[in-house]
Antibody, heavy 131, light 108 residues
């Protein structure tokens, strides 16, 4: 059974850096085809994908937030960490981490991800940005 | 970036009725890498459909997905009380992995 849980501060001040941790069980982030992503949702609004990290340490970021985001993994601890710099009140949202199943093509030793499905989600954590 | 548009914004129906939700993409979704999620208040999204038409594990067969290219549909054949929620489509074949704005299905 796959489970994920987000942790981190519930309140951050404008201009501060947010660090969120996703702790998971039921899968290994060293297995081919596996990834963990982050998605956020401002209260009452739609979902917004932020970033994903894959088993081979490849990473993808939302272009609109790329300069502010860093995603890393610690496979031994079953954790993925997302940092977001220069927080603003518009970044107030529920932040979710999710297990992803990647579809990939393999050419000899080269692996290319062609799709990333977010199939199991954590419960989310509400982060408020306010002074 | 692929922009997804969902219609209608709100669908007011009664239990037992059929619900038809639309998702339109600004450009073709590669290999129909289109997913549908259900979200209830205070809960995380739940994957319903992937690959435009494949049901995720444990999803009842009253949920079905169809479509290709730029036009996709989620159909709920007979609404159960627990189906009243917000539904999002997402394309997951090309980064950034964009979501639609959602369709709320509420009780008429």
């Amino acid at each position: 059974q796959i489970t994920l849980k987000e942790s981190g501060p519930t309140l951050v001040k404008p201009t501060q850096t947010l660090t969120l941790t996703c702790t998971f069980s039921g899968f290994s982030l060293s297995s081919i085809g596996v990834g963990v992503g982050w998605i956020r949702q401002p209260p009452g609004k739609a979902l917004e994908w932020l970033a994903v990290i894959y088993w081979d340490d490849d990473k993808r970021y939302s272009p609109s937030l790329k300069s502010r985001l860093t995603i890393t993994k610690d496979t031994s601890k079953n954790q993925v960490v997302l940092t977001m710099t220069n927080m603003d009140p518009v970044d107030t949202a529920n932040y979710y981490c999710a297990h992803s199943t990647a579809t990939y093509d393999q050419f000899d030793i080269v692996v290319a991800v062609v799709a990333t499905l977010f199939d199991s989600w954590g419960q989310g954590t509400l982060v408020t940005v306010s002074s | 970036e692929i922009v997804l548009t969902q219609s209608p914004g709100t669908l007011s129906l009664s239990p037992g009725e059929r619900a038809t939700l639309s998702c339109r993409a600004s450009q073709s979704v590669s290999s129909n890498y289109l997913a549908w999620y259900q979200q209830k208040p205070g809960q995380a999204p739940r994957l319903l459909i992937y690959g435009a038409s494949s049901r995720a594990t444990g999803i009842p067969d009253r949920f079905s997905g169809s479509g290709s290219g730029t036009d996709f549909t989620l159909t709920i054949s007979r609404l159960e009380p627990e189906d009243f929620a917000v539904y999002y489509c997402q394309q997951y074949g090309r980064s950034p992995f964009t979501f639609g704005p959602g369709t709320k299905v509420d009780v008429k």
